[in-house]
C-alpha cells in the first residue's frame, strides 16, 4: 500500500505539469486569437466566433499538453505494475524523456 501512495504522490510533478501546459497553452491561444477577432473598431467577436475560438485553443492545448497527460497516466499506474514491470520514474521530466528515448516519440 505505501508503494502505490508514494508513486501517486511522485505522480504529482506530472499533474502539474499537465495543468501548466494544457491551461496555459489554451488560456494563451484563445487570448491571441480574441484579439486577432476583435473588429476593427474594438468591439469582441461574434457568439459563434467566440465559441469557435474556444474550440480551435482547446484543441490545440489539448495537443501541446499530451505528452504531460501521458506522464501523468504512467507514473500514475506504475505503483499498480508488479515490480518486475514498473519503470520507477523520478519525476515527470524524467518520465518523459525515458518514454522518448526508449519507445520513441512516435509510438
Known sequence: ?????THYFLS???GLFRQATYTTACLGIYQTLFEHFK???????LFFTNLM???VAGGL?????TPAEIALVRMTLDGRQ???ERHNYKHVFNALTRI???????K
Open 61 to 65: 492545448g489539448s495537443f501541446i499538453g
Open 100 to 106: 522518448a528515448k526508449e519507445e520513441g516519440i512516435l
Open 53 to 55: 475560438l474556444g474550440v
Open 39 to 45: 473588429t476593427s473598431d474594438g468591439r469582441t467577436p
Open 12 to 14: 504529482l510533478s506530472a
Open 1 to 5: 500500500m505505501y508503494d502505490c501512495i
Open 82 to 84: 508488479p515490480l518486475s
